[in-house]
């Protein structure tokens, strides 16, 4: 017989899991019930459960986990209904700034989910283009598309041996520069095993602490504005990028940084969507980038298709996107920010009453559409908490509403700062159905949110290294072509706001939007532009005093503007078109178009000039003197 505190620690332990499964409903929900892990929809006296469903392909399942064999390796998608083919080819490093797969002439056929790559029958003598018959060492990348020739990922994996084989470490993802400053960077990084991984910069070593899968090692000490080799060491391996630090603040050399948004899948096939993300536009995209020779991205929103119901699905399309960008991001920042297809959600069917109930994913600091956005991405963290305190916080004691942590966030280069906004936070994609369940409604800026943005330009108005300051959020304050219905207008109806715990905000959508207007324009000298994206195309609209921006009829005070901006819309990074349509403010709309587009902005102290090219075809869209 077990003594008494032998029951009672098994007591309490199995008392601290079954809490640890349990799902409580944030309190700024209403009609929602959790029982255990379950979570359910009160309607009517009905009780709905909650929708769920298994990915259709997860990262480690498409990673492949390899094995080395006497010929080669070995692919278990663990997908017994997968059938395809795996395209494949030796990566040459050494010989390219961006070193990317060539896949040879003959593929893999993938049956039940298996596959194996013979690397000693194919890929010798006059295709080994690496060496790996003489050193042992190689990397082969891979695609894995399914059987009706959709894409769904591809990987890298590192082989030893001449046969028989083995999987050696592996950089999966990355090396990837975040976080750049005047005297350091942060480089990021993803290995196929947990290992202690090395970035050698300038002489100095820095290592992280313990072993992991995922590697943020931050590099301190380096000169301003100059350009260092950086080497990422894990094992016995290593590979070798560059990095070019930012400039002291106020220096006020040029330099040049580039926008885009919406990358989601497109239609065309192939790369086009690559398992949720436009591989072929992003990919033209960076390489234009970096023939402009730029020392920053920004891209705000949209990089994949999304609207998931699991984690696993969502993480994978950001792998895809990720890998997109790759070859070129090794070597220069970009920053990235939420869309509403970041939307990892909760959904309720009432196939009773025909309505659909979807809402931002809980418990919000596991399983958020903002959490898992910042488990895959490295932004700054200097931005506001969350909505937790805000006036209309049903409980200050317990976790309301998800973080804004790398979500929200402002960073500077030299003399210009770019605040990035997150205008689908707590998003619940339904619109018709927020007043019932509640949640964030698209477009909408809420109080925590909009405060911080206040104090931000305030601060960036006092610094006197700050020129230039833009805005950027997914959603358009002034949509032109496919969210007219949406986005900060709603058609003109300021009915529209979000519920929190049963009640509605008190601003509506038009009221927040001119409370933001009021800040970045008539109280800063330096905003100069809104970057947007949602509506895939993109132009550009004058927004000042001229500028008609409401609806006929419109009752609400009216926001008078003290000066002229910009709004660019840049949502054409690949995602399927948008036509233009008919607003109040269309007369002040110029260069719309359906073009994919890269927007350049070329920084020269207090001049900036703006450049629009097609990535594909390298054509100029449009061009202006911004200042």
Not at 318 to 325: E, F, P, V
Request: aromatic fraction near 14%; glycine fraction near 8%; charged fraction near 20%.
């Amino acid at each position: 017989m077990k003594s008494f505190s032998s029951f009672l620690l098994a007591f309490c332990l199995s008392f601290q899991w079954a809490c640890a499964q349990k799902i409580v409903v944030p309190a700024g929900h209403a009609n929602l019930k959790a029982k255990g892990k379950n979570v359910f929809l009160e309607v009517g006296g009905d009780r709905i459960p909650e929708v769920k469903t298994e990915p259709y392909f997860t990262t480690a399942q498409a990673m492949g986990d390899p094995k080395g064999t006497k010929d080669g390796l070995y692919f278990d998608f663990k997908a017994p209904n997968l059938n395809g083919t795996l395209y494949y080819g030796l990566i040459p490093y050494g010989d390219s700034k961006h070193p990317q797969p060539v896949f040879f002439k003959s593929t893999s056929q993938i049956l039940g989910g298996r596959t194996t790559i013979l690397i000693g029958q194919y890929l010798r003598g006059r295709y080994d283009m690496v060496g790996w018959e003489e050193s042992g060492v190689g990397v082969i990348g891979y695609r894995v598309v399914d059987e009706s020739g959709a894409p769904l990922y591809e990987g890298r994996v590192r082989f030893r041996g001449t046969g028989p084989f083995e999987v050696a470490p592996s950089l999966t993802e990355g090396p990837f520069v975040n976080l750049l400053t005047p005297y350091g960077a942060t480089i990021s990084f993803e290995t196929n095993r947990s290992l202690q991984a090395t970035v050698e910069i300038n002489g100095k070593r820095f290592t992280q602490n313990g072993e992991s899968e995922h590697h943020e090692i931050t590099l301190s000490g380096l000169d301003p504005n100059t350009t260092y080799d950086y080497t990422v060491i894990y094992d016995d391996f290593q590979e070798t990028y560059a990095l070019t630090t930012a400039p002291v603040p106020g220096t006020r050399e040029p330099f040049t940084f580039a926008y885009a948004s919406d990358s989601r899948g497109g239609q065309g096939g192939g790369e086009r969507d690559i398992y949720g993300a436009n591989a072929y536009i992003m990919k033209k995209i960076m390489a234009l980038a970096t023939f402009k020779e730029i020392s920053f991205m920004q891209f705000s929103g949209d990089l994949i298709n999304g609207y998931c119901l699991h984690p696993e699905e969502i993480d994978l399309q950001y792998r895809n996107w990720k890998r997109a960008i790759e070859p070129f991001a090794h070597y220069y920042p970009v920053y990235i920010s939420m869309g509403n297809h970041e939307a990892l959600n909760r959904r309720f069917d009432d196939t009773k009453n025909k309505k659909v109930y979807i809402i931002d994913r809980f418990p919000y600091d596991t399983e958020s559409g903002e959490k898992l956005f910042a488990d895959n991405f490295v932004n700054p963290t200097n931005g506001p908490e969350s909505e937790d305190g805000a006036s209309y916080d049903p409980d200050p004691e317990t976790i309301d509403f998800p973080s804004y942590e790398e979500n929200v966030f402002y960073y500077t280069y030299d003399n210009t700062a770019v605040v990035v906004m997150n205008s689908d936070y707590w998003y619940a994609p339904t619109t018709n159905t927020i007043p019932y369940v509640g949640g964030g409604l698209h477009g909408y800026i809420m109080d925590q949110q909009l405060a911080w943005l206040a104090e931000t330009i305030a601060s960036l108005e006092a610094d006197e290294s700050i020129d230039h300051v833009f805005i950027t959020q997914h959603t358009p304050f002034f949509p032109n072509g496919g969210h007219v219905g949406d986005d900060m207008w709603y058609r003109g109806n300021n009915d529209y706001r979000p519920w929190v715990n049963g009640k509605p905000l008190p601003k509506g959508i038009i009221e927040r939007r001119d409370q933001l207007l009021e800040i970045i324009v008539n109280q800063s000298s330096k905003v100069i532009a809104i970057l947007t994206g949602d509506e895939h195309n993109y132009c550009r609209t004058e927004i000042g005093p001229n500028t008609n921006i409401y609806p006929d009829n419109y009752t609400t005070p009216k926001t008078e503007l003290s000066r002229t901006i910009w709004q660019i819309n840049n949502g054409a990074a690949g995602a399927p078109y948008y036509a233009q349509e008919q607003t109040p403010w269309t007369p002040m709309v110029q260069g719309f178009t359906t073009q994919n587009a890269l927007v350049l902005f070329h920084v020269d102290g207090d001049k900036i000039r703006m450049e629009v090219r097609n990535p594909d075809t390298l054509e100029e869209i449009d061009e202006l003197q911004l200042r």
